[in-house]
């Protein structure tokens, strides 16, 4: 899938010797009846351990017989949720993403069908899905090519360990350019090298 992504990159003086120290990139897209479960669990990790987050995806999953589908989330009570250990704004949020697909404002099952910024302006419209978690999506549920997350924490500490110098997001964003039309799997490499 990413062949001619990592032919490109091995050019690069900075991600070549990346793209061959940690060989192809891993990013492979989701079947279309994980989407939604995939939001959920966006959302549920948001600004907690991913130990944590695990915890409370796998307690909402067992509680909803594995139905992770809209539906079940808006018929689910706030105090069932809040024993399964979900904040009061995360249940809004969820209910939130549920009930716009339910009113078809988000066209869950036809999204891999949209462009990149369709895409992006639908998520977004979600309350609690921002930028980054509509990228997280882009990225590793739809596998598109060209995405590329510069307000990330660990892809601005990537790029500036690799360039060994800092740099503010408009200057990644620039750098990025270079990486273009690939920059999903360029920000791969990234990681694994930050990490």
């Known amino acids: 899938m990413w062949k001619k992504a990592e032919k490109f990159l091995a050019k690069d003086k900075y991600l070549g010797p990346l793209v061959k120290k940690y060989g192809p990139c891993k990013i492979r897209p989701s079947k279309k009846g994980k989407y939604f479960s995939t939001l959920v669990g966006a959302i549920i990790s948001q600004q907690i351990s991913s130990k944590a987050a695990a915890a409370i995806f796998s307690r909402v999953k067992k509680g909803l017989d594995s139905k992770i589908i809209p539906e079940e989330i808006l018929s689910t009570s ?5 024993k399964w250990g ?7 949020y969820l209910k939130d993403l549920a009930y716009k ?7 869950i099952k036809k999204l891999d ?7 992006l302006k639908k998520l977004v419209s979600v309350k609690g899905i921002g930028r980054w978690t509509a990228e997280m999506f882009l990225m590793f549920t739809l596998a598109r090519k060209d995405v ?7 892809i ?8 060994k110098r800092n740099y503010k997001i408009h200057e990644i964003e620039q750098i990025s350019k270079r990486w ?16």
């Open 180 to 195: 273009k039309p690939f920059r999903t799997a360029a920000s791969w490499y990234i990681w694994k090298f930050q990490d």
């Open 78 to 82: 706030e105090t069932k949720f809040r």
């Open 101 to 107: 697909i339910e009113r078809k404002e988000i066209e």
């Open 113 to 119: 069908r949209q462009t990149d910024e369709e895409i």
């Open 148 to 154: 590329f997350p510069a307000d990330d924490l660990g």
């Open 86 to 92: 979900l904040s009061k704004q995360k249940i809004n």
């Open 156 to 163: 601005q500490k990537g790029v500036s360990k690799l360039f």
